[in-house]
């Protein structure tokens, strides 16, 4: 094949950083390349085009594919979309791994709740979450002095004898023999 002249390889050369150059072409501009002059406008494409070309060189003739190679066009978005991929997993992993502000999920259970003090009505999330929190402490302290009651329910109805209103006796002596 004909070798190409200095303005040829520069006409060639932005068709190929454009992604449009023929496998024909590319071999001419790799030929360009790898003889002994080059323009001086092109001198710094060359480390790159002799890399190109020794990708085609190092395959054996007998593992060539007998389709068209892949243009540079094509070998970038093969390899962006790669490195895309793996940004793509990278920050998903990121996301799986950070821990999760406990505000925002007490925040987001406790949407819509609200807190009447001195007939004010407040939604605010951030001034009433304190007192979520102290609630559900106290309703916690219940629950746990109830199940210490109904654990020893004989040593309460002792205690509970000097209680003499009857219906208040018995409605604390089914609450501690409630199973409920």
């Known amino acids: 094949m004909k070798t190409i002249d200095d303005r040829q390889a520069q006409a060639l050369m932005e068709k190929f950083l454009d992604g449009a150059t023929t496998i024909a072409e590319e071999q001419q501009l790799y030929r360009y390349f790898a003889g002994g002059e080059v323009a001086p406008v092109l001198q710094q494409y060359r480390p790159m085009m002799q890399w190109y070309d020794s990708l085609s060189a190092d395959a054996e003739p007998a593992q060539k594919p007998a389709t068209r190679p892949r243009s540079v066009l094509s070998r ?99 609450t501690i023999h409630d199973d409920n």
């Open 76 to 174: 970038f978005r093969f390899v962006s979309g790669i490195a895309a991929s793996v940004a793509v997993l990278a920050a998903i992993g990121f996301a799986a791994l950070m821990p999760h502000n406990r505000l925002d999920d007490e925040q987001i259970a406790y949407s819509g709740s609200y807190v009447i003090v001195n007939g004010v009505k407040t939604t605010d999330i951030d001034r009433i979450l304190p007192q979520l929190r102290r609630a559900e402490q106290i309703a916690d302290s219940v629950n746990r002095l109830v199940a210490s009651i109904k654990s020893t329910p004989d040593i309460w109805e002792n205690e509970l004898a000097g209680i003499t209103d009857s219906v208040t006796r018995r409605m604390i002596l089914q």
